[in-house]
Nanobody
Framework: QVQLMESGGGSVQAGGSLRLSCDAS????????MGWFRRAPGKEREWVAG???????RYAGSVEGRFSISQDSASNTLYLQMNSLRSTDTATYYC????????????????WGQGTQVTVSS
C-alpha cells in the first residue's frame, strides 16, 4: 500500500516561492497517477495538479503557469514548485496517489498524505 509524506510547507510573502515534496513509497511511477490537492480555510478541498504514469501533467486553472508538478523516480519523490504565490494559495496541501488501471487513474484507489500547511501573507 502506498504511503505518502509531505514536507516543504511554510509561510511566505505574496510573490514568493515554495517547493513541496512528497516522499512516496512508490517504486514504479508508471503504475501510478500522482497529484496534489489543497484545502483552504472554510472551503472545499480542490484538485491542484496531477501527473500520470506517462509523465503528462495537468493543472487547475487557478495555478496554471505558476505551479509545476514533477517527480523523481530515483528518490520516489513528488514535487510541487509554487511560484508567484498569492494569499488565495493559502491552504493545507495534500499529496495523492492513484493506481493506473486499464490506462486510467483509478480514483477508487486514491491514497492521501497527511498534508502540509502553506500560508501566504499579502
Amino acid at each position: 500500500q502506498v504511503q505518502l509524506m509531505e514536507s516543504g510547507g511554510g509561510s511566505v510573502q505574496a510573490g514568493g516561492s515554495l517547493r513541496l515534496s512528497c516522499d512516496a513509497s512508490v517504486y514504479t511511477y508508471r503504475l501510478y497517477c500522482m497529484g496534489w490537492f489543497r484545502r483552504a480555510p472554510g472551503k472545499e478541498r480542490e484538485w491542484v495538479a496531477g501527473i500520470d504514469g506517462a509523465g503528462e501533467t495537468r493543472y487547475a486553472g487557478s495555478v496554471e503557469g505558476r505551479f509545476s508538478i514533477s517527480q523523481d523516480s530515483a528518490s520516489n519523490t513528488l514535487y510541487l514548485q509554487m511560484n508567484s504565490l498569492r494569499s488565495t494559495d493559502t491552504a493545507t496541501y495534500y499529496c495523492v496517489a492513484e493506481i493506473v488501471r486499464a490506462g486510467r487513474c483509478d480514483v477508487q484507489s486514491r491514497r492521501w498524505g497527511q498534508g502540509t500547511q502553506v500560508t501566504v501573507s499579502s
